[in-house]
């Protein structure tokens, strides 16, 4: 079945530098990428997306890259601070009717050392 | 203030007990979902709702149970059957059937078994 991968597990950088996660998604019809970030007990919140059309989207300190031919994008977090410590969760869903569903990954926890 | 309003916060079940696990919403979107989260595992989808009244299984439906009769509200039964039923329960919501659409999350609930 359709299944996003998302690596690393656990990510530790020291604070200022960059911090990249990575997803894989093996649906090729996929065309809406979210991210989440999850802080510890608290509800996922979106950080930024990207759609099928575009192939990266920057929002500040937050960028997010897409290559539909290798079918994985990428977020990537420049000049990492402490309050950048959290769950971060990629997906990916497609349009469709009865079937539509977002499929998440598996997490990343992330870690910014003083 | 729209959002997603998830009670209780924690749970407890007793073996052989249904619980319910409610969540409301006031943000008028058609699609409501319910994910469990398990540590390293990310979000897997339960149940999803695109309309009232109707509803599908999502990756891990069995032992659980939910009804759509009103747009605002969805609430899951865990029922006696589902074995393993600690987790973290996520309820979200999204304006678009078409799911190219972000979810908004509930703040969770806890269930733990007695």
């Known amino acids: 079945g359709e299944n996003v991968e998302q690596h690393p597990s656990t990510l530790s950088v020291q604070e200022g530098d960059s911090a990249v996660i990575k997803c894989t998604y093996s649906d090729s019809a996929s065309n809406y990428f979210p991210w989440y970030k999850q802080e510890l007990g608290k509800r996922p919140q979106l950080i930024i997306d990207?759609?099928?059309?575009?192939g990266e989207k920057k929002d500040q300190r937050i960028a997010v890259t897409l290559n539909k031919t290798a079918k994985h994008f990428s977020l990537h977090i420049t000049e990492t601070q402490p309050e950048d410590s959290a769950v971060y969760l990629c997906?990916?869903?497609?349009?469709?009717?009865?079937?539509?569903?977002?499929?998440f990954g598996s997490g990343t926890r992330l870690s910014i050392r003083p | 203030d729209g959002g997603i309003t998830q009670s209780p916060k924690y749970l407890f079940r007793k073996e052989g007990q249904n619980v319910t696990l409610s969540c409301e919403q006031n943000?008028?979107?058609?699609?409501m979902y319910w994910y469990r989260q398990d540590p390293g595992q990310g979000l897997r989808l339960i149940y999803y709702s695109q309309i009232v009244n109707d509803f599908q299984k999502g990756d891990i439906a069995e032992g659980y149970s939910v009804s759509r009769e009103k747009k605002e509200s969805f609430p899951l039964t865990v029922t006696s059957a589902q074995k393993n039923p600690t987790a973290f329960y996520l309820c979200?919501?999204?304006?678009?059937?078409?799911?190219?659409?972000?979810?908004?999350f509930g703040d969770g609930t806890r269930l733990s078994i007695l």
């Open positions: 979200a919501s999204g304006a678009g059937t078409d799911l190219v659409q972000p979810q908004h």
């Open positions: 990207i759609r099928s059309n575009v």
């Open positions: 997906a990916a869903s497609r349009r469709g009717s009865s079937a539509s569903k977002i499929i």
């Open positions: 943000l008028n979107h058609d699609a």
